[in-house]
């Protein structure tokens, strides 16, 4: 990742895995997790976006709360950490809106339904590890050999 700006590659994750967890918390603290298809991902400006309904916990917990978006693909693994807002925006639902919404939501499903609501993640710090299964390899044997620790790929935690 050292080519690329750290930021951009794990945005880039994100949207490129389409499906993500979603990690909020219930009003008693309880974290819960739950998959969410990515709508789009700003890269200048750190924002996620997802389509929900108004009454689902998704919507409910994330509201002005603090989130976790997780993706894992073979090699990346990121952790990003923000802050979720519940947004009414007809005109981007619209811009979102597919084939695959509507099998989500239900036959007859609309962006003009007023239950049907956004959820902005502003991403505000994201933790990655990358690393490819040579170099895992390479690291696993050569702790062994000389008695250290294995550090394969790469760790960071970058700000947006």
Known sequence: MAEQDPRTQVLEKVEKAGVV????AEQDGTLVSRPMGVQQVEQE?????FLTRAAADAAQDADGRPVNVTVAEKG???SVAGTGTVIRDEARKKEYW??????????????????????RVQAESAE????????????????KVTGGTARPGEHETVQF
Not at 98 to 119: K, N
């Open 76 to 78: 990346f693994w990121a």
């Open 98 to 119: 597919s084939p695959a919404s509507e099998a989500f939501f239900g036959e007859g499903a609309s962006p003009e339904d007023p239950q049907i609501v956004l959820v």
């Open 45 to 49: 400006t750190g924002v996620i976006w």
């Open 21 to 24: 967890m979603l990690t909020t």
């Open 128 to 143: 990655y590890w990358a690393s490819g299964a040579a170099s895992t390899l390479v690291e696993i044997v050569k702790a």
